[in-house]
């Protein structure tokens, strides 16, 4: 059975940093792009930021561009997402989710594997 697996949240002061990792199981790790998204309380779960295969390719929320930067090491097994300038609006569960032989997708409907997801606080 396929699991990813989030790490890296935490409680941070507005204007502070974090980086997520997101580690896996899936046996081909590098045939998948991998994505970050995230819901907050009483929102609907929405797109971050989404990162190509091979990482020639990335796509950001608006809201988060020069923000955050979401990255992958295939030898490693882990896609990250370092979030600096960090707002009260980024407090959400963070959800990583893998899609098979897709480039970049900001739909949830199209990935196939999701993890449990890590809680992200900005405190203001």
């Known amino acids: 059975q396929v699991q990813l697996d989030e790490s890296g949240g935490g409680l941070v002061q507005a204007g502070g940093s974090l980086r997520l990792s997101c580690t896996n199981s899936l046996r081909t790790f590098s045939g998948y792009s991998m994505g970050w998204f995230r819901q907050a309380p009483g929102k609907e779960r929405e797109f971050v930021a989404a990162?190509?295969?091979?990482?020639?390719?990335?796509y950001y929320l608006d809201s988060v561009k020069g923000r955050f930067t979401i990255s992958r090491d295939n030898a490693k097994k882990t896609v990250y997402l370092q979030m600096n300038s960090l707002k009260p609006e980024d407090t959400a569960v963070y959800y990583c989710a893998a899609a098979f032989g897709r480039n970049l997708e900001s739909k949830a409907s199209v990935y196939n594997y999701w993890g449990q997801g890590t809680q992200v606080t900005v405190s203001s």
């Open positions: 990162i190509s295969w091979n990482a020639d390719d990335t």
